[in-house]
Each structure stands twice: as C-alpha cells, then as structure tokens.
C-alpha cells in the first residue's frame, strides 16, 4: 500500500534537525513519493539540496507563491523560468492567489498568475493552484486560459460544493488534506460526490496536521491519518483510496 504527498515542504527549515528521520517515517507509513513545491526564490536552493539527497522518493515543482508576489516579481519571476529549462520539474507551483492578509500586490498577483498559467501550458505542466479568498477571480483566470490544455491541484481544498464543481468542471483535481479531519470542515458533506479519481492527497507539511496530530508540526508520515478519515466519508477501505489516489497522482505529475 503505497501513497503519494502531492503537496509538502519538508525541505523547509522546520525539518532542519530531523529531515532524514521525517523522511524515513514516512516511507515505514506508506508514502513513497513527496512532490515539493516551491515558495520563492529562496526556498529554491533547499529544495533542490533536498531532492538531490533524496531522488527517488521526492519529485520538485516550481512556482511563486501568490503571498511572496512583490514588486520585484518580474525578476524572481524571470528566474524561475530560466531555472524551468532544466527539464527536472514535474509541475509548476506553488502557483495562485492570495487576498486574506493583503491585497497590496493584488495586480501583482494576479499578473505573475498568468504568467506562470502560460509555463504550465507551454510545457505541458499540471498545477499547484493556492486559492485563498480569491475564487471569482481564479475562476475567471482558469476559464480565459483554459483551451483543454490546463491540468493540476486545488491545493488545500477547503471550498463549497459550488466551488468544488466550478474546479471539477475546468478539468482540476481537488488536493484534500489534514483540514478534512477537523470536525468544523464542511467538505466532508459533499465529498461522497467528488469522483474518487478527481481528488489526490496532500499534507502541506508542516502546517495543517490531522487529528490526532493536531497542534503538532505536520509530516508526511501524517498523510496516512488523513486518508484513513477521507476513505471513512467514502466508505470503502484505507487500500483502495491508497490505490486510487497514487494512480491519480501518477497520471497527473508523471511522478
């Protein structure tokens, strides 16, 4: 029984006193494969120092993050493409909009969202999509770029009904994580709807751990808790959704 972690930043410096222990429970829990997205132009170097050290069970994407999107996106921007060339990326994120905290870079955002939308269809990428706040204007985005050519991840998935179908119908998968095992989540109501293979697993390490870890640092070993409950609001076994949502992973990241 094997599963993937679609989105997790154990190369961040949370994990910097036991990264090889991290990374050892979760291949004992089942998880074979940790996609790392990456945040900005800083996170770049650990993340590719830690898929180095890690080759095969790690993969790496590449993106800004919408919360790290400032004046000088251009640049960092301009970087990271340059760095896409090398071929090694099986996606580009963490991609998306932010307006929780802050809507000063509002235009930025959304400019360097485009932007990173045309590398992902150019090279024929999925995407880790971040949403927070934003979902008129993400919609609007998928839908003026979409032409059958846009694949990826709603990263954390915390939505309505509506606004899951408005992902499904634009050809997106739904990342489900830790969130889903808090009792406060309202996704559990309409999951049994979700096509099982419209949806992958994800920690967001080291933020967002599932009961019973919560209040902990998340891991990736912790992607198992969360499928466990996942495979519960489906009802079928923990087997079939590690089954189902490896395959899907694989299909959409080639990973």
């Not at 972690?5 to 429970?25: C, K, S």
């Not at 998880?31 to 170097?45: C, F, K, Q, Y």
């Given at each position: 029984?094997?599963?993937?972690?679609t989105h997790?930043?154990?190369?961040g410096p949370?994990?910097d006193?036991?990264r090889?222990?991290?990374?050892q429970?979760?291949?004992?829990?089942g998880?074979g494969m940790?996609?790392l997205?990456?945040v900005d132009a800083?996170?770049?170097?650990p993340?590719?120092q830690?898929?180095e050290q890690y080759p095969?069970?790690t993969s790496?994407?590449?993106?800004?993050?919408p919360e790290e999107?400032?004046g000088d996106y251009?640049?960092?921007?301009?970087?990271m493409?340059?760095e896409?060339?090398r071929?090694?990326?099986v996606g580009?994120?963490?991609?998306?909009?932010?307006?929780?905290?802050?809507?000063?870079?509002?235009?930025?955002?959304l400019d360097?969202?485009e932007?990173?939308?045309?590398?992902?269809?150019?090279?024929g990428?999925?995407?880790?999509?971040?949403c927070r706040n934003?979902?008129?204007?993400?919609?609007g985005?998928?839908e003026?770029?979409q032409?059958g050519?846009?694949?990826?991840v709603m990263?954390c998935?915390?939505?309505?009904?509506?606004?899951?179908h408005a992902y499904?119908d634009l050809?997106f998968h739904?990342?489900?994580?830790?969130?889903l095992?808090?009792?406060?989540?309202s996704v559990?109501?309409?999951?049994?709807?979700i096509?099982?293979?419209?949806?992958?697993?994800?920690?967001?390490?080291p933020y967002?751990?599932p009961?019973?870890?919560r209040?902990?640092?998340n891991?990736?070993a912790?992607?198992?808790?969360t499928a466990?409950k996942?495979a519960?609001?489906?009802?079928?076994?923990?087997?079939k959704m590690?089954?189902t949502?490896?395959?899907?992973a694989k299909k959409?990241f080639?990973?």
């Amino acid at each position: 029984m094997q599963f993937i972690d679609t989105h997790t930043h154990v190369y961040g410096p949370e994990f910097d006193l036991d990264r090889p222990a991290a990374v050892q429970r979760a291949l004992d829990a089942g998880v074979g494969m940790l996609l790392l997205p990456n945040v900005d132009a800083s996170t770049i170097a650990p993340m590719l120092q830690m898929h180095e050290q890690y080759p095969d069970c790690t993969s790496v994407m590449m993106g800004l993050q919408p919360e790290e999107v400032q004046g000088d996106y251009k640049q960092v921007l301009g970087s990271m493409e340059r760095e896409l060339e090398r071929g090694i990326y099986v996606g580009v994120g963490e991609v998306g909009l932010d307006f929780y905290w802050d809507r000063t870079f509002e235009k930025e955002q959304l400019d360097a969202f485009e932007i990173q939308l045309g590398w992902a269809k150019q090279l024929g990428l999925p995407l880790s999509i971040h949403c927070r706040n934003a979902f008129d204007h993400m919609v609007g985005l998928l839908e003026k770029h979409q032409d059958g050519d846009l694949k990826g991840v709603m990263h954390c998935f915390t939505g309505t009904k509506e606004e899951a179908h408005a992902y499904l119908d634009l050809g997106f998968h739904l990342g489900l994580g830790g969130v889903l095992t808090y009792k406060n989540c309202s996704v559990k109501d309409f999951l049994p709807e979700i096509p099982l293979d419209r949806i992958v697993l994800e920690t967001d390490a080291p933020y967002l751990s599932p009961v019973p870890h919560r209040g902990k640092r998340n891991e990736p070993a912790f992607l198992v808790d969360t499928a466990r409950k996942i495979a519960e609001f489906y009802d079928i076994s923990l087997e079939k959704m590690a089954e189902t949502t490896t395959s899907n992973a694989k299909k959409l990241f080639k990973c």
